[in-house]
């Protein structure tokens, strides 16, 4: 577990600024990305749910839920500031439920997800809201604005747990730990972006619905 540990931090360190990079850079780089995480996802998915019922269905939203996080970096001005701030709640979102989770543990959450707590639970939506003062210092928020972002991080960080949750589910109906072993300590690449692949979409049509307004 100590060693499981290490290599986690080690992945996070070197992976979480080069994708902070590429979305605030916006290059074709950023668009080669997005089809690699593509072809290995889909391989992943592939493996997990082959003979399933619900095996093309996945392949139907993986394509649809990268094409929206595409759209969310060049659909709105090309500001890279909609995706960031979208990403970094669902990072804190998996942060927050990872630390806590591991430290308080407590009752389970969900028969569907063994590692899932209540505490992990708490602490998801607790670190999630530690996007507000990041955001106040780039100044791309404002006091008028901060209970339209409140619930704008709510409802991410929700739907980025859900996320999580149902790729677990379908994990273990598959009787399977991790979605694969690409990344060190962390296993596949959808055991990474299963929140994302959800709350990203969600963020999207917020944004471009103009919903709650949160950016100035």
Same mark, same amino acid.
């Given at each position: 577990m100590k060693n499981e540990l290490i290599l986690r931090i080690l992945s996070s360190i070197l992976l979480l600024p080069i994708c902070l990079y590429l979305i605030i850079n916006g290059s074709l780089i950023f668009n080669v990305l997005l089809i690699i995480i593509f072809i290995i996802a889909s391989y992943e998915w592939h493996l997990m749910s082959k003979n399933k019922r619900y095996y093309y269905y996945g392949f139907i939203f993986l394509i649809f839920s990268l094409i929206t996080v595409f759209k969310l970096r060049i659909d709105f001005q090309n500001d890279y500031w909609p995706l960031l701030v979208a990403s970094l709640i669902c990072i804190f979102t998996d942060i927050g439920g990872y630390l806590f989770g591991k430290v308080l543990k407590g009752p389970k959450l969900t028969i569907y997800s063994p590692n899932k707590t209540y505490s992990g639970l708490l602490g998801s939506f607790i670190i999630s809201f530690f996007c507000?003062? /990041? %955001? %106040? #210092?780039?100044? /791309?928020?404002?006091?008028? +604005? /901060?209970?339209?972002?409140?619930?704008?991080?709510?409802?991410?960080?929700?739907? &980025?747990?859900?996320?999580?949750?149902?790729? &677990? #589910?379908? +994990?273990r109906i598959s009787n399977i730990k991790d979605s694969g072993k690409v990344i060190p300590g962390h296993g596949g690449i959808l055991d990474r972006i299963d929140g994302m692949l959800f709350a990203l979409p969600v963020a999207y049509y917020l944004f471009l619905l103009d919903f709650f307004n949160v950016l100035k």
């Open positions: 507000i003062p /990041i %955001f %106040f #210092y780039f100044n /791309i928020l404002n006091e008028e +604005k /901060i209970l339209n972002f409140v619930l704008f991080i709510f409802i991410i960080s929700s739907t &980025s747990q859900f996320g999580d949750i149902l790729i &677990s #589910y379908f +994990k």
